[in-house]
């Protein structure tokens, strides 16, 4: 399913508060949010038996869209009555705070280098909706990722929710999406139209498969894009939005 971005307050929050990104919210768009659902009830299949299922969204490259969009699929749901839980993993670069207009400290990174016992989990203007914030940024994400305090922690929230999503770096820039493979139930990678070449998305793919990753699905973002993809480097405009497609497990062959 396809939807298109006609003007800049698509994603804006009808409902009185303030996010500083652009993301799915209950006052957004009835096409928005069937868009969204589509890709929610595909990941419900996927994670069909599972108590629950923890999905990581990544990206080839920066600047794809990938927060943006398991933000917004965080939000559709828990929109469907699913306690969930957004975990922001990019403590590189970590921005699920900004869509949330909250504090990111006290969060992730803090609790995997030990310097805090407390999960400290923040309620959201979406009800069932939870996120734990990056913290602050460390020197080691990887190496925090990898611990055994990372699946304590999985192990902890998945006692208390239905879905777990949780936001990764671009898997060919870092490594530490990759650390997930044997954590979670799959990966869902964000593709920017127009952006990425056709290498790039194969070396990604090709990563979390050598990790013995699952891949469950990818999400073309903006497939009307006509930017050459030679700008991938120098793409800067983070939220060109205009349309999202999502490619699940039926259509594994368009991954390659």
């Given at each position: ?89 990019d ?39 939870s ?37 990764t ?36 793919v ?13 999400i ?10 030679h700008?991938?480097?120098?793409y ?9 497609k ?11």
């Open positions: 399913m396809l939807f298109q971005k006609k003007n800049k307050s698509l994603f804006s929050n009808k409902s009185g508060s303030h996010s500083e990104r652009p993301r799915l919210t209950l006052g957004s768009p009835f096409a928005i949010k069937e868009a969204f659902n589509s890709i929610r009830t595909k990941l419900i299949f996927t994670g069909k038996g599972e108590k629950c299922p923890v999905f990581a969204v990544t990206s080839s490259l920066a600047s794809d869209g990938k927060s943006t969009a398991a933000v917004s699929l965080a939000v559709s749901i828990a929109m469907a009555e699913q306690r969930v839980l957004l975990i922001d993993a403590m590189r670069k970590p921005s699920v705070h900004r869509y949330f207009s909250t504090e990111y400290r006290n969060g992730l990174s803090e609790i995997l280098a030990g310097l805090s016992s407390e999960i400290k989990l923040r309620s959201t203007d979406i009800d069932k909706l996120i734990l914030t990056a913290g602050q940024i460390p020197p080691n994400p990887a190496e925090l990722l990898g611990t055994k305090q990372m699946d304590l922690l999985l192990d902890y929230v998945r006692q208390y929710f239905d879905y777990v999503i949780i936001d770096p671009p898997v060919s820039i870092v490594t530490d999406a990759t650390i997930f493979a044997d954590k979670i139930t799959g990966y869902i990678m964000v593709v920017q139209s127009g952006k990425n070449h056709l290498q790039d998305v194969s070396n990604a090709r990563q979390i498969e050598e990790m013995k990753g699952n891949i469950v699905g990818i073309l973002n903006d497939p009307e894009n006509k930017t050459a993809a700008y991938s480097y120098r800067n405009k983070y939220y060109r939005y205009n349309r999202y999502y490619y699940g497990e039926s259509n594994a062959d368009s991954r390659k």
